[in-house]
Structures are given as structure tokens and as C-alpha cells.
């Protein structure tokens, strides 16, 4: 299910769009109202998934198209004339922060500017052998598939501004990396390393 919270300011015409998903256990309605503030001067899309309530990454009970799902979104978003097609961001926090980190890596859509992670970071089905990887189908993830599914190098990520935010002090997902729920997590700075890598950085 999709909410829209449109921008409480009046100007100017065409307004950024973010597509905003909770975490793990989290419900739409709750997210949208923790963050809603920070994001005045946006068009907010908060998405939900009825009946899961985690986003399909590497192991999770969810195998769902959940990156098809996010493109088809964007298509119907595009469509609007009071949006700014070349400023549609992503946010996502914990379990939706690895979707947004997914979505930076596989979706190819220059309108994408900014993704943003917040509580989450790389891990080793995603990216390993100085390469990162995406699933060639989405519904054929999880345990039972080599490294979860990830099977195809992406070659060609597309180039935008990504934003890693991650306390030192997290014993969920932890700050060193390692493992948590099934997966292993390379190292927040590590994760932002590879990022920054596929953006061009060579220092």
C-alpha cells in the first residue's frame, strides 16, 4: 500500500519526490509521521507491503519484486506534473535503509538522486570480490540459492548522491560488521568505501 503526504510549501511548482520505507516490523502510517517534518519541501510517498512487514533483502521471508515494485512507483510518480523528475529520492531505514542501499546499486534511472540508508550497510551476498550483485530474479532469494540469489555483477552503477548514516554504538546491525539475521555485514566504513568506489572515487 502507498500513502502520499504532499508539501506543505507552496513553491516552487515541481517538488522533489522521496519514496520513504520503514524497517523491519514497522508500519507505514508510523514512519510517515516520524519523518514527515524533515521533508516539507517534498511530495513524501511512504510504501508499505500488505501482509510483510520486511522488504526482500538477501535471506528475508520476503521474496517479493520488491525493486520492480519501487520502478513501477517511480514510472507512476513521473506522471505527475507537480513533480521534479530529475530530483526523486530514497530513504529507508534499517530492514528499508538495505532496500534503499539495494535500489542504489540495481535501479539504472538517472531521475534517482539521492538515496539515503539509515541504519543498514552493505552486505556479502551484495557486494563481495570488489564487485557488487544483484539478484537476475527477484523471487529467487533467499537460503536455499548461492549467496542468497545475487548472481549478477553490476557493472555500470548509475551515479548519484548515496548517504550512509550508522551509530558506532549499534548492536543490531553492528557498526564493525559481522553477522546478524542470516547475513554478514561488512563494516560500516567498508560498506561506505564500496559505495563511494562505484561513484568514482579513487582515493
Same mark, same amino acid.
Not at 508539501?7 to 502510517?29: D, I, M, V, W, Y
Not at 513501477?72 to 510518480?77: L, R, T, Y
Not at 559481522?178 to 572515487?201: H, I, K, V
Given at each position: $500500500?502507498?500513502?502520499?503526504? &504532499?508539501?506543505?510549501?507552496?513553491?516552487?511548482?515541481?517538488?522533489?519526490?522521496?519514496?520513504?520505507?520503514?524497517?523491519?516490523?514497522?508500519?507505514?502510517? *508510523?514512519? &510517515?509521521?516520524?519523518?514527515?517534518?524533515? =521533508?516539507?519541501?517534498?511530495?513524501?510517498?511512504? #510504501?508499505?507491503?500488505?501482509?510483510?512487514h520486511?522488504?526482500?533483502?538477501?535471506?528475508?521471508?520476503?521474496?517479493?519484486?520488491?525493486?520492480? !515494485?519501487?520502478? +513501477?512507483?517511480? !514510472?507512476?510518480? %513521473? &506522471?505527475? @506534473?507537480? #513533480?521534479? @523528475?530529475?530530483?526523486?529520492?530514497?530513504? *529507508?531505514? $534499517?530492514? *528499508?535503509?538495505?532496500?534503499?542501499l539495494?535500489?542504489?546499486?540495481?535501479?539504472?534511472?538517472?531521475?534517482?538522486?539521492?538515496?539515503?540508508?539509515?541504519? $543498514?550497510?552493505?552486505?556479502?551476498?551484495?557486494?563481495?570480490?570488489?564487485?557488487?550483485?544483484?539478484?537476475?530474479?527477484?523471487?529467487?532469494t533467499?537460503?536455499?540459492?548461492?549467496?542468497?540469489? /545475487?548472481?549478477?555483477?553490476?557493472? $555500470?552503477?548509475?551515479?548519484? %548522491?548515496? &548517504?550512509?548514516?550508522k551509530?558506532?554504538?549499534?548492536?543490531?546491525?553492528?557498526?564493525?560488521?559481522?553477522d546478524?539475521?542470516?547475513?554478514? =555485514?561488512?563494516? !560500516?566504513?567498508?560498506?561506505? /568505501?564500496?559505495?563511494? +568506489?562505484? +561513484? *568514482?572515487? !579513487?582515493?
Amino acid at each position: $500500500s502507498i500513502k502520499i503526504q &504532499l508539501s506543505t510549501r507552496p513553491n516552487p511548482a515541481r517538488k522533489p519526490a522521496c519514496l520513504a520505507f520503514h524497517g523491519a516490523g514497522g508500519e507505514q502510517p *508510523g514512519f &510517515l509521521s516520524s519523518i514527515s517534518a524533515l =521533508f516539507e519541501a517534498h511530495i513524501l510517498i511512504s #510504501v508499505s507491503v500488505d501482509g510483510q512487514h520486511s522488504w526482500n533483502i538477501s535471506n528475508e521471508g520476503n521474496n517479493g519484486q520488491d525493486i520492480e !515494485a519501487i520502478k +513501477q512507483i517511480i !514510472a507512476k510518480v %513521473k &506522471l505527475y @506534473t507537480n #513533480v521534479d @523528475t530529475d530530483r526523486i529520492r530514497i530513504l *529507508g531505514l $534499517s530492514n *528499508g535503509g538495505a532496500l534503499a542501499l539495494r535500489a542504489a546499486v540495481e535501479m539504472d534511472d538517472a531521475s534517482v538522486d539521492v538515496v539515503c540508508c539509515i541504519i $543498514s550497510q552493505t552486505n556479502t551476498d551484495q557486494y563481495r570480490n570488489n564487485n557488487f550483485y544483484y539478484p537476475s530474479d527477484e523471487t529467487l532469494t533467499g537460503d536455499a540459492y548461492a549467496n542468497d540469489g /545475487y548472481d549478477t555483477v553490476q557493472d $555500470s552503477m548509475p551515479q548519484r %548522491k548515496i &548517504l550512509q548514516l550508522k551509530g558506532r554504538s549499534d548492536t543490531v546491525v553492528p557498526y564493525v560488521g559481522g553477522d546478524f539475521a542470516g547475513l554478514t =555485514f561488512l563494516s !560500516a566504513e567498508d560498506s561506505a /568505501y564500496a559505495l563511494a +568506489q562505484s +561513484q *568514482g572515487y !579513487a582515493g
